[in-house]
Every structure is written in structure tokens, then in C-alpha cells.
């Protein structure tokens, strides 16, 4: 069975520090990974996405970075974070693009625990 | 961009009402996925939907393509069910991630 896991859980962090959060999956082959972040009091938001090795899609302007350096492996980073950066950071995964066309191009995600974020 | 509706925000009910949240989008979509968020933060996935109806157990999500609205119902609710309900959409049927509704958030009292 699959399974993703994210850490750290939580993480309380200066401003100005840098960031660095570690997501992986286990029991799939190239799979979709995805970043979300929900602030306090607002949705969910995708930050980035990825279908392969080294490939990083993303979906809004801000001092966060994504990294795919393995198949089954996805980073977000920041250099310096800021205030604004808090909140409660999510990885997902689902099923390759290659399946997902055997599929009818559906499918569902599969989240990780999370890791809270508070910038001081 | 896909703008996401749910309502209402806030919802409180007795054990064993009948539980109905809506949700809206405004441009065509692929699918449209129900999460279920606990207190702790963790999300799970409840449906997956691209036409007509799905259940499962106490839980009954359906969807309407040409009005572009889902409803997600819980019959005889439980406490157990309070929790952040959330509709998200995904697009163009690839890798693109999901753009989430507000959520609902559900307390069901004994």
C-alpha cells in the first residue's frame, strides 16, 4: 500500500530563517507530487506541483521554492522566510500522468499529515 | 481561474439530522473532490466525482455538471462527523492540483 509522509509536524521558525520541508511517498512509481498551503482563516492553496524528476510547476508568486531531486521525493524551501509564511503546510500525491490517461485522466489525492508552520 | 463556492460556512445540527453543504464553481471542470478535515489538521478524501451520484455509508455526494454544483449529504449524523468539509475542482483532467472551497465547518451535537 502507499503511504506519504511529511516533516517535520510542526516547526517554529524566526524570520529570516530558511526553510526547508522533506515529503515522500512509498509503494508508487511517478507519482504527481503537490505543495498546499492553508493560512489562518483562509483556504487551501496550491503553492506547486510536479509530474517528474526536476519538473516544478507553480502556482503562485512568493519566496517559496520547490525540488523534486528523486522520483519519490518533494522539498519546499524558502531562503528567508517572512511572518506572512505561517501556516499549515500539506503534501499530496497521486497517480502518474501515464495512468491517469489509462484512467480517463481522474483521480484522487492523497494528503499527507501536514507541518505547522509559525513564523515568529 | 476556477472560483469555488461552499455554503454555508458554519453549520451546528443534533445527532441524526440530515446534513446537506453545497458547493458551486464556475468554470467546467474535470472533477470535483469532498475532503474531510479533522481537528488536527489532517485531510482525507470522502468522494471523487465527475457525474451523477456516489455513497458511501452514511455519506452521499452528487453533482450537476450543467449548473456546476455538488452537494455532499450526511444522513442520521453523529458527532463523529463534526469536522471541516471541504469542495475542491481539478480541471483539465492532468497533473493540475485542486482549487479548494473555504470549507464548511460541521459540529454535530449529542
Redesign the interface.
Known amino acids: 500500500s502507499q503511504t506519504i509522509h511529511q516533516w517535520p509536524a510542526t516547526l517554529v521558525q524566526p524570520v529570516g530563517s530558511p526553510l526547508s520541508l522533506e515529503c515522500t511517498v512509498e509503494g508508487t512509481s511517478n507519482p504527481?507530487l503537490?505543495w498546499?498551503r492553508?493560512a489562518a482563516g483562509?483556504?487551501?492553496?496550491?503553492l506547486f506541483?510536479s509530474?517528474g524528476i526536476g519538473q516544478i510547476s507553480s502556482?503562485v508568486p512568493q519566496n517559496l521554492s520547490a525540488s523534486r531531486p528523486q522520483d519519490r521525493q518533494f522539498i519546499l524551501s524558502s531562503k528567508k522566510l517572512l511572518l506572512s509564511d505561517s501556516g499549515?503546510y500539506?503534501c499530496a500525491w497521486?497517480v502518474g500522468?501515464r495512468i491517469?490517461k489509462q484512467r480517463?485522466?481522474?483521480?484522487?489525492?492523497?494528503?499527507g499529515?501536514?507541518t505547522?508552520l509559525t513564523v515568529l | 481561474k476556477n472560483e469555488v463556492e461552499q455554503s454555508p460556512q458554519n453549520l451546528t445540527a443534533q445527532e441524526g439530522e440530515f446534513i446537506t453543504i453545497n458547493c458551486s464553481y464556475s468554470v467546467g471542470i474535470s472533477a470535483l473532490h469532498w475532503l474531510q478535515q479533522h481537528p488536527g489538521g489532517g485531510i482525507v478524501s470522502l468522494f471523487m466525482l465527475s457525474s451523477g451520484k456516489k455513497k458511501h455509508g452514511r455519506l452521499i455526494a452528487t453533482i450537476n455538471i450543467q449548473e456546476k454544483h455538488s452537494s455532499l449529504h450526511i444522513t442520521a449524523s453523529h458527532p463523529r462527523d463534526s469536522a471541516v468539509y471541504i469542495c475542491a475542482v481539478t480541471g483539465g483532467g492532468g497533473a493540475d492540483g485542486l482549487t479548494f472551497g473555504k470549507g464548511t465547518h460541521l459540529i454535530i451535537q449529542p
Open positions: 504527481n503537490y498546499y492553508q483562509r483556504g487551501l492553496q496550491l506541483y509530474v502556482e499549515f500539506l497521486s500522468l491517469l480517463g485522466g481522474l483521480d484522487t489525492q492523497y494528503f499529515p501536514g505547522r
